[in-house]
């Protein structure tokens, strides 16, 4: 299946409806598309590859439009295998196309695959002519790795922006924004967002006011992900600012494992005299909600409050992985609450405020840590805690 964009400008990707987590982690359950385009002029491009199991695909929807043999210019925004794993075998049958790309990407590609094609390395804002239309390279590191660039057709005004501006969920045939359900688009969106983009906020606001500052039109974003948006390209570049907005939201999220129970009676403590106060809460049991989700609706939240028991002497293993995301997806910092319980020996709570205070993380006293069950004086300090929250995001 193919779609045309403009005249000569073609939709070839495809649809993965059978990968059950997205880079083996994520779950996907409306699927994922890797997208591809066609650029037909005096020569041909190929924006993209596909992940490597839809290399056929790919190419039959290539074949509708224009033997895969003329393809001119194989042109790589990003060099993550979701978009390049096909490459080898379509260099195979596009034995004379050129990879276009950046200097970063040109050694990943040598790395990952070494295909024997002619290269090419673009410079930020560099421009090559396909006859009647021009394509112009914009530099756009970590949106989502160093070596990514997005691709501008001039004259028909398309930004092919790359993973910036995508979603999860597959297209289903419908591949434009005004053919398809918005709400989970958002939805889809937003968990893409959170789960492939967080650790690089910063690069989203930075590619933004790129592309703004360039004063160029933007009649179509077509992203590598997810629906084309040509009804309204600036609603998805909205939702990116929003969701890439280095302030916080005035509201709280509680975040705990628990075995027996005893940490969820603590947590669910916390939460009624956070509720009380008047405050905007939600909480997730770490060994039950899917960890996107739990990053979607935690990410921006202004201020977390993370329980575990002790487990082996350790932090209950749900929320370690939970202590590693924040860390490792670099979450904008906010003061973070803890507490903990235990049964013989603590140590759980100990070991998440070191990481969190190496990684430079407000830890809001007091740590509140439980020897079975509470005490009133350990009730006195629920009591503080969730006042000082309460103040906090005053
Ligand atoms: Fe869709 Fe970062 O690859």
Redesign the pocket.
């Known amino acids: 299946m193919y779609r045309e964009i403009a005249k000569g400008v073609y939709y070839v990707g495809v649809d993965d409806n059978h990968t059950q987590l997205f880079e083996n982690l994520w779950e996907i359950p409306f699927g994922v598309s890797y997208n591809a385009y066609l650029i037909v002029d005096d020569k041909v491009a190929l924006i993209e590859t596909v992940k490597e199991p839809w290399t056929d695909e790919l190419l039959e929807n290539i074949r509708d439009i224009i033997e895969p043999e003329k393809i001119d210019y194989i042109i790589l925004n ?1 060099m ?1 295998p ?2 390049t794993s096909a490459l080898p075998l379509v260099a195979e049958i596009a034995k004379n196309a050129t990879l276009i790309y950046t200097k970063k990407a040109a050694a990943m590609q040598k790395s990952f695959y070494d295909v024997p094609l002619k290269e090419k390395l673009v410079e930020d804002l560099e421009e090559i002519s396909l006859g009647s239309k021009t394509l112009k390279f914009v530099h756009a590191p970590f949106l ?2 160093p070596e990514t660039m997005m691709t501008y057709l001039v004259e028909d005004e398309i930004l092919f922006s790359c ?1 910036a501006f ?1 979603a999860y969920g597959a297209l289903n045939g419908n591949v434009f924004d005004d053919e398809i359900d918005l709400d989970r688009v958002e939805r889809e969106s937003k968990r893409y967002v959170s789960t ?1 983009i967080t650790s690089y906020l910063k690069f989203v606001q930075r590619g933004i006011a790129k592309v703004k500052d360039l004063g160029i039109g933007i009649k179509i974003i077509a992203p ?2 997810g629906p084309i948006y040509r009804k309204d390209p600036m609603w998805i570049v909205q939702k990116y600012d929003d969701w890439s907005n280095p302030e916080l939201e005035k509201r709280v999220v509680i975040l705990y494992g628990s075995m027996y129970g005893f940490t969820q009676r603590v947590a669910m403590k916390i939460k009624k005299k956070l509720l009380d106060l008047g405050l905007d809460v939600m909480s997730f049991n770490l060994s039950y909600a899917e960890l996107s989700n739990v990053i979607t609706h935690t990410v921006r939240a202004g201020v977390l409050v993370i329980g575990t028991p002790t487990y082996d002497a350790y932090p209950f293993p749900k929320v370690w992985t939970f202590i590693n995301e924040i860390v490792g997806k670099r979450f904008p910092k906010r003061p973070i609450a803890l507490f903990g319980t235990y049964g013989w020996a603590g140590g759980g709570v100990k070991k998440v405020r070191k990481i969190l205070e190496d990684s430079k993380y407000e830890i809001i006293e007091p740590v509140i840590r439980v020897h079975g069950r509470e005490t009133a004086a350990e009730e006195s300090e629920i009591d503080g805690l969730a006042k000082r929250i309460h103040d906090l995001l005053r």
Do not use: A, P, Q, V
Request: charged letters at 25%.
């Open positions: 990003h993550e979701d978009h989502h790795w993973d995508g492939i590598s992900h």
